[in-house]
């Protein structure tokens, strides 16, 4: 699948945003998704994944409480919500695939950026004090 993310922008301390990664290409339902982001000079980072059924979800513990992650089959869209954000959640988030078929424990691996064949190009957020 292709992915491409959408829905960044500049907002300030406190404030909401919501991310989109839409699919094309494959068969969407097919695949485990994940969110991560990179700040400047950072390493990419885990923030959320989601089983393809949807049944599964897992957080960052930066995430938690704050962000859910959600998606739409039908849509062939996964989302982002983000509140409460903070400035260090300052960064380009991308979206991640990986195919259910090729990969027997999703529970254990969706922290990994290795486990994701596929991304998106990003989006940035930033978020001011």
């Known amino acids: 699948v292709q992915l491409q993310a959408s829905g960044g922008g500049m907002v300030q301390a406190g404030g909401s945003l919501r991310l989109s990664c839409a699919a094309s290409?494959?068969?969407?339902?097919?695949?485990?998704m994940g969110w991560f982001r990179q700040a400047p000079g950072k390493e990419r980072e885990f923030v959320a994944a989601?089983?393809?059924?949807?049944?599964?979800?897992y957080y960052a513990d930066s995430a938690k409480g704050r962000f859910t992650i959600s998606r739409d089959n039908d849509k062939s869209t996964m989302y982002l919500q983000m509140n409460s954000l903070k400035p260090e959640d300052t960064a380009v988030y991308h979206c991640?695939?990986?195919?259910?078929?090729?990969?027997?424990?999703?529970?254990?691996?969706?922290?990994?950026?290795?486990?994701?064949?596929?991304w998106g190009q990003g989006t940035l957020v930033t978020v001011s004090s």
């Open positions: 991640g695939a990986r195919n259910k078929w090729n990969i027997a424990d999703f529970g254990g691996h969706y922290n990994s950026r290795y486990t994701y064949y596929n």
């Open positions: 290409g494959g068969v969407f339902s097919a695949h485990h």
């Open positions: 989601i089983s393809s059924s949807a049944i599964n979800t």
